[in-house]
């Protein structure tokens, strides 16, 4: 009489012992991302808040673990964290999320910095905040220009294409006197004081508080991008541009698309950088800059904009952290370089398609008679 029950309960129970072992195992397999996304919205918005404003305390707090003894932290804060970070947003929208390679990416960093020294100090004298817009103006136009002419080619090609022209903006920034030529422009103006805001030669603190909102801004913009029909876009010419293409996707008008709004980050990057430095000059964007900030974006994960951010920190504070070794520091950098592509070469945070590769780019699965999709491709019905 005892068999029958035990019978048929025994299924049952097995069955829901194993729901609850795959139920405990999808929990223990899911990435920062997912458990970020399966927290209350209430309880997201609240640990950002905090976030945000550690961050923003960080030059007062100056944190036994991470701050430098040899260089004063506000000002590796200000001065090369900031733009670092902002170079890594602008180069990962070209590299990481557009998949294509840039090796003079340094270029449009020069142009955004001569374009305010020009504006500012050696022919004009322009309010700081207009000629930061003008110069990212200038930057997106140069992005453009280089762009239109140079994107029909691909892998090495267009890196050496892109190679040249950062040489080219480096080199006539040295001969050129209207440029100030190898001695550069001195005299940049410095962002106007915005309450208690100062911007002075040893209050580094206030321009810590600017690159971050402008960091804050730029990440806020370029995450309604990646969600976008453009991001999809992006992301399909990423994957696979001749498939791509195939399926009526514009390539060549979305990968423009990505040089002239990375251009546009990295002129910002390049403005914020004269005017804290109030002094450029050529060597200042050598070639070997370029090559920093692509290991800042690699490192910290491409496509994925909060790798971005930290690939970018990393970059720029590593060589100070190991400032009292002196001149071998830059030989301890690479070596954590090499380690870290060793052995995740995918980056510290790399970018997890999941749902969105789903909805953005599988093309074929739109109806046969929709006359345009999110990629703004192009269908006929069929109907003759």
């Not at 990435?31 to 309880?43: D, H, Y």
């Not at 990393?314 to 400032?323: I, M, S, W």
Request: aromatic share 10%.
């Amino acid at each position: 009489m005892n068999a029958t029950p035990s019978g048929d309960t025994t299924p049952k129970t097995v069955n829901k012992i194993t729901e609850l072992l795959g139920a405990t195992r999808r929990r223990k397999g899911l990435g920062i991302g997912e458990k970020w996304n399966a927290l209350p919205k209430q309880a997201r918005i609240c640990i950002a808040l905090v976030a945000v404003a550690l961050l923003y305390l960080l030059p007062w707090i100056n944190p036994p673990i991470i701050r430098t003894e040899d260089t004063d932290f506000a000002s590796l804060l200000a001065g090369t964290v900031v733009p670092y970070v902002l170079v890594a947003l602008g180069l990962n929208v070209v590299v990481g999320m557009a998949g294509l390679l840039d090796l003079g990416y340094v270029g449009f960093f020069a142009v955004g910095a001569y374009s305010v020294g020009v504006l500012t100090s050696k022919h004009a004298s322009l309010p700081w905040f207009l000629a930061m817009f003008i110069a990212i103006a200038i930057s997106m136009v140069f992005g453009a220009i280089l762009g239109a002419p140079t994107l029909r080619l691909r892998g090495d090609y267009l890196a050496i294409v892109t190679l040249g022209f950062g040489e080219i903006i480096r080199l006539s920034a040295q001969n050129f006197g209207w440029l100030g030529a190898s001695e550069g422009i001195s005299s940049i103006k410095r962002p106007p004081s915005i309450g208690p805001l100062k911007f002075t030669v040893l209050e580094n603190k206030g321009y810590w508080v600017f690159g971050l909102s402008l960091i804050l801004l730029t990440v806020f913009l370029i995450s309604l991008l990646e969600t976008s029909r453009v991001g999809r876009a992006w992301t399909a010419i990423r994957e696979d541009e001749d498939a791509a293409e195939l399926m009526g996707v514009p390539t060549f008008k979305f990968k423009l698309w990505a040089f002239a709004i990375g251009a546009a980050v990295g002129g910002l990057a390049g403005a914020f950088y004269a005017g804290k430095l109030n002094t450029i000059y050529p060597r200042d964007f050598e070639v070997q800059k370029s090559i920093l900030f692509l290991a800042a974006v690699v490192l910290g994960g491409l496509g994925n904009r909060w790798g971005a951010i930290l690939g970018g920190f990393l970059v720029a504070y590593l060589p100070e952290r190991f400032r009292f070794v002196s001149d071998k520091r830059y030989f301890f950098f690479g070596l954590v370089l090499m380690i870290m592509m060793i052995f995740r070469p995918q980056g510290l945070l790399p970018r997890r398609l999941g749902r969105g590769r789903a909805k953005g780019i599988d093309i074929r699965k739109h109806r046969a008679g929709e006359d345009e999709d999110d990629l703004g491709v192009v269908r006929s019905s069929g109907r003759g």
